[in-house]
């Protein structure tokens, strides 16, 4: 089967760092992607991991480890728009492009 | 350039009858994906085409749904008969076909009562 776990709801500071774990057992396995998504809007891209380590970009992190089937999303120097439910999805190879989705995680960031 | 969009924005009707989704992916987007979320669950996937062949349709709940792409520019999504348990938001996204980043529309909000 296919399953994806992610925290429900995480609470963190303004300025702070935050650290959203994800962890999968799928069948198939091409790419890890995270998506951000605010109350009543689109799902938006944040980040795509296929090989294992650290992936940078601006404010948002994003690690892999395939062999661990794990994941995490970094956010530093909180801001109160990151407020927001952070979406962990797999991704799979050729010309299978479907996306299997965790619930998300909903963060509050507090000032 | 414009993104995904979705029409109508929100729907409400009653058990029994149709309603059609309509979906207008980014101009030269060959990939073009349907997924629901239901209430408390995660997302899930429909479909997905690519252009106006449908590529895979393994998350079609069931006959009552058929989804559409004539010309292989948008797309539509009929619920007939719509049940209760078809309430959720429907989501459309697209991506090129030499990237795995899904573009997201807003969604639909379908409610049946």
């Not at chain 2, 994906?33 to 590529?55: C, N, P, T």
């Not at chain 2, 697209?94 to 529309?105: A, C, I, K, R, V």
């Amino acid at each position: 089967g296919q399953n994806i776990d992610q925290p429900t709801e995480m609470t963190a500071t303004e300025g702070a760092i935050v650290q959203i774990n994800c962890t999968y057992q799928t069948s198939g396995f091409n790419g890890l992607f995270w998506y951000q998504q605010h109350a009543g809007e689109a799902p938006t891209f944040l980040s795509y991991n296929v090989l294992d380590g650290l992936e940078e970009k601006g404010r948002f992190s994003s690690f892999l480890s395939r062999s661990k089937g794990y994941s995490y999303l970094l956010l530093k120097e909180l801001q109160m728009k990151d407020s927001a439910s952070y979406l962990c999805a797999v991704g799979f190879a050729g010309n299978n492009r479907k996306l299997i989705w965790g619930l998300g995680t909903s963060l509050a960031v507090n000032p | 350039e414009a993104g995904v969009t979705q029409f109508p924005s929100h729907s409400v009707i009653e058990k029994g009858q149709t309603v059609t989704l309509r979906c207008d992916p980014i101009s030269g987007h060959d990939n073009l994906y349907w997924y629901r979320r239901v209430m408390g669950k995660e997302i899930k996937f429909l479909l997905h085409f690519v252009k106006e062949s449908k590529q895979d349709e393994s998350g079609m709940p069931n006959n009552r749904f058929l989804a559409e792409r004539t010309g292989g520019t948008y797309s539509t999504l009929k619920v007939q008969p719509a049940e209760l348990e078809d309430s959720g938001v429907y989501f459309c996204a697209s991506s090129l076909d030499t990237s795995y980043e899904q573009y997201f529309g807003p969604g639909t909000r379908l409610t049946v009562t």
